[in-house]
């Protein structure tokens, strides 16, 4: 039995041990996704809003999001470069990379204690990421010590061959459907062992962030949410009787500035380590994988020479950008001269930054030879909120490229088939048929 199966047996006893936390979490969850979607309607726009800036804008929603989702996002070019969209509980949109940075590296202004929309529909607040920049720093801390270079370096050998096996598993057929068979695959087998869980769990785990992330139903999500943290609850009691050598022991025993965490702060963490874990990394390789499969010049680059790996993983994610995430303004503000009111919710895509022509000479042009490539992107975000997990994602990356390229160098989509991208908070690609000559 699995303890996903085990959990669901135990579920009565485990909502009643923290049942005041739970109640509290579901009610909390509940009111705030009917107050902020109100049955689907849209919002009324706000008098401070100009009707000039109101645009009729959904990002799970967005024109290509099944064919290219980053060319949906980059028509929003031809939008105000701030503008306001009714949907999703009403919130505003950045699209260039100077407001971009400016929302990033302004917390104090630019709050980052809501970041998912609509407003209210995750009903824990994910930490670090929710932090206030006053707290953040020993949060992050926890986790950082197990993503720490050295850490990842002496995960290399480890993942290497986790790779090759994934690959070699499926090499000799002559086809794979990479999002199932090696993109979902290789991010959840590392993560998994990071933080010593069943890899039985994989299924369920992935089927909860994959909702939570891109799902258009604000009562989903929350769902989803729901079933992570009835997951958690079970291992955060499993993990504080008998503490291993992982990154939830780590989080259930952890302490800042002498005080063990609270509950809810020990969800947040663990909550913000699954999402972050499962869904980009895995997101990432898709997009990487389609684009060397439809372009084999930039293919050939890498085969040849290998070196310009580190490169290239820095263009590829400079084109495709992954994180939707939002930020909630906590004082009224002005910026490039609109003003926003305190509690207004603004977007900040940061798959718009890296193809921004205003920064980024002929940003469709994919150049793995680029001056100062890490510079141009915002895939990991900017600010104190960038990922802590970067390095781990940058080695995951590192991998695939160098052991495909080995085994599987010429590979495209295959025929009469098309890949199928997807939107929401974490841009992805749902499906993606590869195809390459067996000898």
């Excluded at 139903?217 to 943290?229: E, K, N, R």
């Excluded at 504080?240 to 259930?252: C, E, H, N, T």
């Excluded at 952890?254 to 020990?266: M, T």
Aim: with cysteine; aromatic share 8%.
């Amino acid at each position: 039995m699995s303890s996903v199966e085990k959990i669901k047996s135990n579920r009565y006893i485990q909502n009643i041990e923290s049942w005041r936390w739970m109640t509290s979490l579901v009610l909390k969850g509940a009111a705030q996704t009917l107050a902020t979607v109100g049955g689907g309607s849209k919002a009324s726009r706000p008098s401070h809003v100009p009707e000039h800036l109101e645009v009729d804008f959904n990002f799970s929603a967005i024109d290509c999001s099944e064919t290219d989702i980053h060319a949906g996002w980059r028509k929003l070019f031809d939008k105000p470069d701030i503008f306001w969209t009714p949907q999703n509980g009403g919130h505003w949109v950045v699209t260039r990379a100077e407001y971009i940075s400016t929302v990033m590296k302004t917390p104090e202004i630019f709050s980052s204690d809501q970041i998912i929309l609509p407003k209210g529909a995750n009903p824990i607040r994910l930490l670090p990421l929710e932090a206030k920049p006053s707290e953040h720093g020993p949060y992050r801390a926890i986790i950082a010590k197990r993503v720490t270079p050295k850490a990842v370096t002496e995960m290399r050998d480890g993942v290497r061959a986790l790779t090759i096996e994934m690959i070699e598993s499926f090499r000799a057929k002559g086809e794979c459907e990479f999002v199932e068979d090696f993109a979902k695959r290789l991010p959840i087998a590392v993560f998994l062992q990071l933080v010593d869980l069943p890899h039985d769990d994989r299924e369920k785990l992935l089927e909860w962030t994959e909702v939570a992330v891109r799902s258009k139903s604000s009562l989903q999500i929350m769902t989803a949410f729901l079933h992570v943290i009835n997951y958690l609850e079970y291992w955060i009691r499993e993990r504080r009787a008998k503490p291993g050598d992982d990154l939830i022991s780590d989080i259930v025993n952890a302490k800042i500035d002498g005080k063990p965490l609270s509950h809810d702060e020990i969800q947040g963490m663990l909550t913000t380590v699954l999402f972050g874990g499962l869904d980009t990394v895995a997101a990432i390789l898709g997009f990487m994988a389609k684009f060397l499969a439809e372009n084999p010049e930039h293919r050939q680059q890498l085969i040849d020479n290998p070196k310009l790996i580190p490169k290239a993983i820095d263009e590829m994610l400079r084109l495709h950008g992954i994180v939707n995430l939002s930020r909630s303004i906590a004082q009224d503000t002005e910026l490039g001269g609109v003003f926003m009111k305190r509690g207004d919710m603004i977007q900040v895509p940061n798959s718009m930054f890296g193809v921004d022509d205003r920064a980024i000479d002929e940003p469709l042009v994919v150049d793995f030879m680029r001056p100062n490539i890490a510079a141009s992107h915002a895939a990991f975000g900017l600010g104190i909120h960038r990922c802590v997990g970067s390095t781990l994602a940058r080695m995951e990356l590192t991998m695939f490229l160098e052991e495909w390229l080995t085994r599987i160098p010429e590979f495209s989509i295959a025929p009469g088939k098309n890949a199928t991208t997807t939107a929401g908070q974490v841009n992805g690609i749902v499906q993606l048929p590869l195809c390459w000559p067996v000898s």
